[in-house]
């Protein structure tokens, strides 16, 4: 069957958009974050891998319920909306406006900033909350966490050290740079995408991430969320 090259691009969205719709089924549980960052505008608000009350240990299901559908959609729409004029950079994949912030028009410059910033983090972070909470780093990446800091515990004092020395809104980070793992914050919904850093695990210190159960008891939200984490997802980071 002949096809030209108008249904070709037809068929290429349309399987994009699948991706983007279902990230988590598509590319498997480890690597659920991939679609979000290789998708193109427009950009879609992803479900959930699991219901929001799957992660009660760490997270109550209305505050997921709120943070998924009203704060990440708003990032999605409003990242949509900064680029409904700019088709110049309408092929651009959600890493590569991330990667390329300060070519942006200023118009839009912080506004994809934001938007796009929050999105990509929230589709990591929604994936690093594993069903069942206690687990520990296992094979290669364990052995690089005993290298760089020691230990584990090492790591989860530093990560947890990080999150509350955050002032105000932002993010916790394990992440790579230059094949070293090092611990860092960011302000609001910067990614180390930005700094030319790979994230591998992000704790979100927003309020709107915890208040509704843990009020202004910060300390007590990170802890559950250090204990609830998905190491797959941080090795298949690792891995990429």
Do not use: C
């Not at 979100?204 to 843990?214: C, G, I, N, Q, T």
């Amino acid at each position: 069957m002949h096809t030209n090259r108008r249904d070709a691009i037809k068929m290429i969205a349309l399987g994009s958009s699948a991706l983007i719709a279902q990230p988590w089924r598509v590319f498997g549980e480890s690597v659920p974050v991939t679609a979000a960052l290789n998708a193109r505008y427009p950009f879609q608000l992803a479900d959930l891998p699991y219901a929001y009350d799957a992660v009660e240990d760490a997270v109550d299901a209305e505050t997921m319920r709120l943070h998924h559908s009203r704060h990440h959609a708003a990032y999605v729409n409003n990242l949509n909306r900064a680029l409904e004029q700019h088709s110049e950079w309408q092929g651009a994949t959600l890493r590569e406006l991330l990667e390329q912030l300060d070519a942006l028009p200023e118009a839009i410059r912080e506004s994809v900033r934001n938007n796009g910033g929050g999105h990509a983090n929230h589709e990591l972070f929604w994936a690093l909350l594993a069903l069942t909470p206690g687990a520990l780093p296992s094979g290669e990446l364990a052995e690089r966490i005993n290298t760089t800091f020691g230990s584990w515990e090492t790591l989860r004092d530093q990560l947890r050290g990080a999150a509350l020395s955050v002032f105000g809104s932002g993010w916790a980070w394990l992440s790579l740079s230059e094949g070293e793992l090092r611990v860092e914050t960011t302000p609001n919904q910067d990614t180390p995408i930005m700094y030319g850093r790979q994230p591998l695990l992000g704790i979100d210190v927003w309020e709107h991430a915890y208040y509704l159960r843990y009020q202004n008891r910060r300390a007590d939200y990170v802890d559950a969320v250090l204990n609830q984490i998905n190491w797959d997802v941080v090795s298949a980071g690792l891995d990429a």
